[in-house]
């Protein structure tokens, strides 16, 4: 049975305190493909929604400690290259800071002090970075620290963050992939720490 309800309005303007609304039984019934359906049509897979945003971003946060046996490393500068070998294209320079405060003691076994330090990218359009330490004549040489951020496989295609295997590059060269950094914030935090050699 139909469930109906209609008001009957006055013919009148001015409505006597004798006339009263009158209620008849009214089908609201409405069929669910009457519905529009970008309403109702929402993908709530969150890990779904998570791998299409991790894979999908290019913001990069590289941090870690720095640290060596002949120099200080608190204050030291560093210098940010999208390669290795094409060191003509400069990111960006930023400055190690102390590991600690200078209320507890902040050198390491060697007796010198150890560093720490952030390089923040966001929208960064290059698949590697590489960190190179400065030339200090007569003590230490350059240090060039590789990192790889986004991988391919040996056809070419982008392989997802999370993702920990061994790739056969052109030439049978074993290629270790490891792209399982950590993602929160809407960016890829990747820990690693530099040990300056001699």
Request: charged share 30%.
């Amino acid at each position: 049975m139909d469930i109906r309800n209609k008001i009957l309005l006055s013919t009148k303007d001015i409505i006597t305190k004798g006339e009263k609304d009158i209620y008849f039984n009214i089908n609201l019934e409405n069929t669910y493909r009457e519905f529009k359906k970008f309403e109702y049509n929402n993908d709530f897979d969150l890990q779904k929604q998570f791998d299409k945003e991790r894979n999908t971003s290019r913001n990069f946060r590289i941090y870690g400690i720095i640290d060596s046996v002949i120099e200080d490393c608190d204050n030291m500068e560093l210098s940010i290259y999208y390669s290795s070998t094409t060191t003509s294209m400069l990111i960006k320079k930023i400055y190690t800071k102390p590991l600690i405060s200078d209320t507890w003691s902040s050198i390491n076994v060697f007796g010198k002090k150890t560093g720490k330090y952030l390089i923040e990218l966001d929208n960064y359009q290059y698949d590697k970075i590489s960190i190179i330490t400065p030339d200090i004549s007569g003590i230490q040489k350059s240090n060039n620290f590789e990192q790889t951020l986004v991988f391919y496989d040996a056809e070419g295609n982008f392989i997802e963050y999370g993702t920990e295997t061994i790739e056969l590059g052109e030439n049978g060269q074993a290629i270790e992939i490891n792209n399982n950094f950590p993602f929160f914030y809407d960016k890829h935090w990747i820990n690693k720490d530099l040990n300056l050699i001699k």
